[in-house]
């Protein structure tokens, strides 16, 4: 089954502080392919980053970071010095290999305040 | 990168009443879903919509309440049928691209049964 968990389901930090949101998956398959996204107030989803199972490299890109550990089965996502802008609910997702719909996990809702 | 124009961003409906939401593609696209997203909840696949033939619909929506045609690569259509304030939610339409490794997502249909 496939399966992903993001245990925090809020978080507030005050502007400039450094976050992680989690993310945990579960699949039996060795393709795969993770996935972040961002949807502010307008609903729309952001779409953030994706990485397949075969590229363990952790990624920056700005001020946010992805941390990908297969052996953790973990796919976590970090903001440096966090904004108010940064506000949002942040979904992680999971797809089996290509051309399957994405499974997502409950979201985080990220509250930054200045 | 595909492009997304779903219609209507949003709706106001009165129960017991149907509305239909379109979901056009600016390039072909081999698989179309539909989501839904209830209010404060993570995204949950409703049907995969095939091209020529029936959706395909996840354990919990059947046809009769989720309607779903696709009668080309570009275009589906997701109708949510004798409502009630239970399907109040944001229906989202979404893509996989060239390849099945990106996925995109319309800016969704904001609906409200009153």
């Known amino acids: 089954a496939q399966k992903v968990t993001q245990a925090q389901t809020e978080i507030s930090v005050v502007e400039k502080e450094d976050v992680t949101l989690d993310c945990v998956y579960e699949?039996?398959?060795?393709?795969?392919?993770l996935f972040w996204y961002k949807q502010p107030p307008s609903g729309e989803l952001v779409f953030l980053i994706r990485r397949n199972s075969f590229d363990e490299q952790n990624e920056i890109s700005g001020r946010y970071s992805w941390n990908f550990q297969k052996s953790t089965s973990s796919f976590n996502f970090t903001i440096t010095a966090s904004q108010v802008v940064d506000s949002a609910v942040y979904f992680c997702?999971?797809?089996?290999?290509?051309?399957?719909?994405?499974?997502f996990g409950k979201g985080t809702t990220l509250s930054v305040s200045s | 990168s595909a492009v997304i124009s779903q219609k209507p961003s949003r709706d106001i409906c009165q129960r017991g009443t149907s509305l239909t939401i379109q979901c056009q593609v600016d390039s072909q696209v081999t698989m179309m879903f539909w989501y839904r997203q209830q209010p404060g909840q993570s995204l949950t696949l409703i049907a995969t919509?095939?091209?020529?033939?029936?959706?395909?619909?996840e354990s919990g929506f059947v046809i009769d309440k989720f309607p779903i045609s696709r009668p080309n690569l570009t275009f589906s259509t997701l109708t949510v049928s004798n409502m009630s304030p239970e399907d109040s939610s944001i229906y989202l339409c979404?893509?996989?691209?060239?390849?099945?490794?990106?996925?995109?997502f319309g800016q969704g249909t904001r609906l409200t049964v009153v």
């Open positions: 979404s893509v996989l691209g060239i390849g099945g490794d990106e996925a995109f």
């Open positions: 919509a095939n091209q020529g033939s029936e959706a395909t619909y």
């Open positions: 699949t039996r398959d060795t393709t795969y392919y």
């Open positions: 997702a999971l797809r089996r290999q290509a051309g399957t719909a994405l499974i």
